[in-house]
């Protein structure tokens, strides 16, 4: 065997072994086509195959981040990247103290900060709609959003207090096999701030996406789905250095296409 056979077996080894230990924690969900809050038949989204995690982001899982990469130490951190809040409740650099859990989701997180996490990770964050996409679905139902117990769930939490103290795996295992898309933090989206203002489509070009989503109500698809409106209308309101103490993060990967 030539050398140069040799060396693309080391490398497409290499890339394997990482891919493998990079979704490990992941749990697969096959694409497909949903309308989203803002859109029509006209508007529907197609998603691709991804992985997602099954859990959001531990304080464990960024402690061991932070060790690794320094520059996203609480003390440390550009204040460009990261407001006053960023990990408020750590007790320093590397700890997160006694008031909080190892496997409770880390949050008081930015954007960069959950973007360049999941890029250590050779993962992504998921983008609004393949998020949105795997939120919809219920126990046993992959678009469960015309069932009224399931988004009178979604509601109940919004007003649960506290919610952000318990441990990642304490609400509802979905259709997809992913836990706590709803029950127990906000989580950061690729383009959280892609969400429509104005106009018949999210996409467009003239949105302002400093406004709420609210006051495009009209232009929504199902005007009941209140609990939509309200994860629009939070990401609507958010910059990428903001840091919030409900606002946690998951990542996602493309699967690759055979």
Known sequence: MSSFFKIMIVLLAALTFHTIRSQEGMVQIKGGTYIPLYGVDSTAVTIADLSMDVYPVTNADYLE??????EWQKNKVIRLFADGNYLVDWEGDLSYGKMLAAEGPVT???W????????CQGKRLPTIDEWEYAAMADET?????KKESYNQSILDWYEAPKSLKKKVGSTFKNYWGVYDLHGLVWEWTMDFNAVLISGESRK???????????????GASDLMNYAAFMRYAFRGSMKANYAVKNLGFRCAMDVPQI
């Not at 960069?112 to 890029?119: I, L, Q, V």
């Not at 139902?141 to 959003?145: C, I, V």
């Not at 996406?209 to 009209?218: D, E, I, Q, T, Y």
């Open 65 to 70: 981040f932070v060790r690794e990469f320094p």
């Open 108 to 110: 008081s997180v930015s």
């Open 112 to 119: 960069f900060a959950a973007k360049n996490y999941c890029e």
């Open 141 to 145: 139902t992959a678009d469960a959003r």
């Open 204 to 218: 467009d070009v003239d949105k302002d996406s400093n406004l709420f989503c609210g006051s495009a109500a009209v």
